[in-house]
T-cell receptor, first 112, second 114 residues
Framework: KNQVEQSPQSLIILEGKNCTLQ??????????LRWYKQDTGRGPVSLTI???SENTKSNGRYTATLDADTKQSSLHITASQLSDSASYIC???????????WGAGTKLIIKP | DAGVIQSPRHEVTEMGQEVTLRCKPI?????LFWYRQTMMRGLELLIY????????DSGMPEDRFSAKMPNASFSTLKIQPSEPRDSAVYFC????????????FGPGTRLTVL
């Protein structure tokens, strides 16, 4: 069964600190993996998208990594800011159709 | 571009009533998606369209739900009759192509069925 699991479920860190969010997937055949940021009360916004051949992709202070062998991805946030408080969702696409498999998300809270 | 537009932003209705949610995708996008988000189940794809044609509606929970896309700039999601368990945030998203393309989400409609 195609699944995407994220950890931790929630995370609280102090402003300025770094953090790493994890995503494990069992999706086959794999097409691409995306990270979305969802602010409270808003729709998800794409941060990064990686295909099978890409190991890392950055978007400002956000860096996503992908290990297609172990089927793991991480999202690293550097020098966190209060505006980083949001849910971060890992989404995996399978080749067979356009169905996206969404993770449950990690709720990140940045405290001053 | 104004992005994906959804209306209403909030809807409160009573059980048994008909609810219609509206979406205007980004101009030029060929794909339109309807999602439902709840705390328990996260984001779920309900249905998606390609060039105004429904491609996959396997996520539509039951016959009470229906979606239409009469033209490239407008889509509706209708629930009739509504039930309290339909309470959720409904998102519309659009993209240029399938596969590796990014989906752009609207602000969502928060539906409460009493």
């Amino acid at each position: 069964k195609n699944q995407v699991e994220q950890s931790p479920q929630s995370l609280i860190i102090l402003e300025g600190k770094n953090c790493t969010l994890q995503c494990n997937y069992t999706v086959s055949p794999f097409s691409n993996l995306r990270w979305y940021k969802q602010d409270t009360g808003r729709g998800p916004v794409s941060l990064t998208i990686m295909t099978f051949s890409e190991n890392t992709k950055s978007n400002g202070r956000y860096t996503a990594t992908l290990d297609a062998d172990t089927k793991q991805s991480s999202l690293h946030i550097t020098a966190s800011q209060l505006s980083d408080s949001a849910s971060y969702i890992c989404v995996v696409s399978a080749n067979s159709n356009y169905q996206l498999i969404w993770g449950a998300g990690t709720k990140l809270i940045i405290k001053p | 571009d104004a992005g994906v537009i959804q209306s209403p932003r909030h809807e409160v209705t009573e059980m048994g009533q008909e609810v219609t949610l509206r979406c205007k995708p980004i101009s030029g996008h060929d794909y339109l998606f309807w999602y439902r988000q709840t705390m328990m189940r996260g984001l779920e794809l309900l249905i998606y369209f390609n060039n105004n044609v429904p491609i996959d509606d396997s996520g539509m929970p039951e016959d009470r739900f229906s979606a239409k896309m009469p033209n490239a700039s407008f889509s509706t999601l209708k629930i009739q009759p509504s039930e309290p368990r339909d309470s959720a945030v409904y998102f519309c998203a659009s993209s240029l192509v399938a596969g590796t393309d990014t989906q752009y989400f609207g602000p969502g409609t928060r539906l409460t069925v009493l």
